[in-house]
């Protein structure tokens, strides 16, 4: 009796089989035997399913060859630890005289924007002021644009840097929260990750009738809600860089779940703030009006 593997076929069958993997299935195809694990570790079939996962890249090959093709896939699919930033000192000494942005935002699935951005971080002017990216500045609706619903974009925002070859996606892929700005009527569609103990947030405003793109940035906050620096952002992406990753299923899951433990500790941080700047003013009027009342009684008595 003949047994037969999967070994047996040809190798460019296999490789072209590979190829048709998602990630967690390719890693775990890679285990099964010596052979494959040869042919899963083919640069051109990470480099085939970078391209499928993050489109933009594709129009930007350098990008491969800053990050590897297997490394950029380790890097920025799975989430990073929550608290990177946090232990370490907030990614040592290093501060990433470049980042590149991979920006892709789908529409049920079907890529709607990809886009590359290059930030030159050394300068002064960017470390003193808040982190922000902008990914898309008041883009126009195309001629005959579809109408889309903001609720179903999602977003990933892979963030590079260069020098030392490493990646980290900031976004939770899918929105965490979908607002109304107040003013303008605009829809914000939010994306955001907790990375020690503040805020990447990655925010996409659609137009109010249309639904169509017209901004995405990424900007960072602290608990308290103010804008961290450019200095501190680097930091702490350095950090979560440098840091373990912990795929799994529930990746966008837990990414709203702790959204929503830091819009309450925000939230709770501003109410106890509230009570002390009462209890504060409450101690000053009553210092006051007892140093009134006693500049009244010592006239009256002289």
């Not at 070994?7 to 460019?12: I, K, P, R």
């Not at 079939?45 to 990008?63: F, K, Y």
């Not at 886009?115 to 990216?133: I, K, M, N, Y």
């Not at 914000?188 to 639904?211: D, I, Y």
Request: charge should be neutral; charged fraction near 25%; proline fraction near 5%.
């Amino acid at each position: 009796m003949v047994v037969t593997t999967i070994e047996d076929l040809h190798a460019d069958v296999l490789v072209c089989a590979l190829r048709r993997l998602d990630g967690r299935s390719l890693a775990a195809a890679s285990c099964a035997t010596a052979g494959l694990r040869a042919l899963a570790e083919d640069p051109e079939t990470w480099r085939a399913l970078c391209l499928a996962e993050w489109p933009s890249v594709a129009g930007q090959p350098r990008l491969l060859s800053v990050v590897p093709a297997s490394r950029l896939f380790a890097d920025a699919f799975p989430f990073p630890r929550p608290d990177a930033g946090e232990l370490g000192g907030e990614g040592g000494g290093h501060l990433p005289p470049e980042l590149i942005s991979a920006v892709d935002v789908y529409y049920r699935g079907a890529p709607l924007l990809c886009r590359v951005v290059e930030t030159p971080t050394s300068s002064s002017w960017f470390l003193g002021s808040p982190f922000r990216v902008e990914a898309v500045d008041c883009r126009k609706p195309a001629a005959g644009e579809t109408v889309l619903s903001p609720a179903e974009l999602e977003l990933s925002w892979v963030v590079m840097d260069p020098a030392r070859g490493r990646a980290v996606n900031v976004s939770s892929r899918r929105a965490v929260a979908v607002d109304r700005h107040w003013y303008t009527g605009e829809t914000l569609v939010r994306f955001a990750v907790v990375l020690g103990g503040c805020k990447f947030e990655s925010t996409v405003t659609c137009s109010e009738w249309t639904g169509h793109v017209r901004e995405v940035f990424l900007a960072v906050q602290d608990a308290d809600g103010a804008a961290v620096s450019g200095e501190r952002s680097l930091r702490l992406l350095a950090a979560a860089m440098e840091e373990q990753r912990r795929g799994g299923e529930r990746e966008p899951e837990e990414a709203k779940r702790r959204y929503d433990e830091f819009v309450k500790r925000k939230k709770g941080r501003k109410e106890s703030k509230a009570r002390r700047e009462a209890l504060i003013d409450l101690c000053c009027s009553a210092a006051s009006a007892v140093a009134v009342l006693t500049f009244v009684a010592a006239v009256m008595l002289r």
